[in-house]
């Protein structure tokens, strides 16, 4: 894949003008405080594994609306006292698949919490097992317009409300030090990453990895990849629908909660991205309130650093926890 974005001085300093709605903040505190106030503690439930350096625990939280979400809560061993932790979140597609697939926290000393994706986890991995029990209107295959003529009904407006109901669930747990809290995830998990910090209080830092969600006006027709191609192929066949599915979109706009997160940030970039495109993910990480830095990667697609980014991921906060 050729490089097709903005040479890389003009990604440095990319900061366009994303729409934002004049009720976006009242719109999320008013989604927030009714799921809360139906909200049940979490369960925790021990699994037996064969994982003998860590201890596993099945989650189950309430998330948008009341409804049970499903993850995993992993910790070192053995260990005691409230831990620095990493609430991590997925892919596009991808369910919360199996514990000893994702152990490197853990095995770093960190508590590590992994949230399922409601209605997903079918494309790849092994699976996922939070259903997404709302019905929607008229939209391509994909998740990506599920009620997108509503900002109320809309399908991500369900799961970032999950995320950030599972921070508070995390927050809540013995195992857990609240004040120590960081979370991540790559494409749309580093999406969903930037939505539950713009929508959460303080948390020590914030890891999207070559986020996706982000930039909606620049990236529905920059890149013809999916998931963005989705709404592409929405709006080839609802052709009045442009102005209230972009209005709708900006609920859920990266860049606006980036704009919200008082959070430190760590973001990374693959500069040869069809997925993601650069100018999208610079577009939040140049407007983060918290302030970010932005590891490159050149000659990378949507893969970016891998397991090399992970190193940088945990050097960083590793440094964030000592200061």
Known sequence: ?????????????YRPAVQTPDDFDEFWARTLAESRAVA????????????????????SFSGFGGDAV??????????????????????????RGLPHER????????????????GQGSAWGTGGDTPDPHGTGASAP??????????????????????????????????????????????????????AAGLSDGLVGVMPDVPFLCHFERAVGLTD???????????????????QTFRTLSYFDGANFAARSAAPALYSVALMDPICPPSTVYAAANGHLGGAEVIEYPFNEHEGGQGMHWQRQAAWLAARLQG
């Open 1 to 13: 894949m050729p490089r097709f974005d903005l040479p890389v001085a003009e990604l440095r300093s």
């Open 40 to 59: 049940q503690p979490p369960t925790l439930t021990r699994v037996e594994s064969p994982l003998t350096l860590v201890e596993v625990y099945d989650v």
């Open 70 to 95: 499903r993850g995993w809560f992993v910790v070192p061993a053995g260990a005691s006292g409230p831990l620095p932790t990493v609430v991590e979140f997925n892919g596009y597609g991808g369910g």
């Open 103 to 118: 152990l490197a926290w853990a095995a770093s000393g960190y508590a590590w919490a992994f949230m399922d994706t409601r």
């Open 142 to 195: 994909g998740f990506m317009t599920r009620g997108i003529d509503d900002p109320e009904q809309y399908y991500y407006r369900r799961v970032f409300t999950d995320a950030a109901l599972f921070i508070d669930a995390m927050r809540g747990l013995d195992q857990v030090d609240d004040a120590r809290v960081a979370v991540t995830g790559g494409s749309q998990g580093g999406g969903i990453a930037i939505a």
């Open 225 to 243: 990849r999916d998931p963005y191609n989705e709404i592409v192929r929405y709006l080839s066949v609802h052709r009045d629908a442009v102005d």
